[in-house]
């Protein structure tokens, strides 16, 4: 007696595969279109981010001492007239949680800014 299926089986079972393949691609593309609509976060500068950081965590420019240095190196960095570098970045991730990559500029990721 054989113990396989009919070929006819084995065309059902691959056919049946496809079209949860199909369905799970067209499922996921209106995920990603409503999320994209409904729930997308805008773009933040990597200044922004720090800013909102810090008033969510009640902190002033004399808190972020321990992490820049000086008060007027924080005060440089929040007026735009330093730019954060690798050890800040590498300090404000530890300290807030948060991926490093939220204090990184658009420049370096062009298609974020859009």
């Keep these: 007696m054989n113990n396989t299926y009919p070929s006819w089986t084995n065309w059902r079972v691959k056919s049946i595969q496809r079209s949860k393949k199909k369905y799970a691609e067209v ?3 209106l995920i990603e279109a409503n999320e994209e609509e ?4 805008p773009y933040a500068s990597p200044i922004e981010v720090l800013r909102t950081l810090m008033d969510g965590n009640d902190l002033r420019q004399k808190d972020l001492v321990p992490i820049f240095g000086s008060e007027s190196l ?3 960095v929040l007026h735009k007239k ?7 970045i590498e300090k404000l991730s530890k300290r ?3 991926s490093p990559a939220v204090f990184f500029e658009v420049a370096a990721f062009p ?3 859009s």
Aim: proline fraction near 0%; glycine fraction near 4%; hydrophobic fraction near 40%.
């Design 111 to 113: 298609d974020l800014g």
């Design 38 to 41: 409904h729930h997308s976060i």
């Design 27 to 29: 499922l996921m593309t």
């Design 82 to 88: 330093r730019a954060l570098n690798k050890n800040h």
């Design 96 to 98: 807030f949680k948060v």
């Design 74 to 76: 924080v005060s440089e």
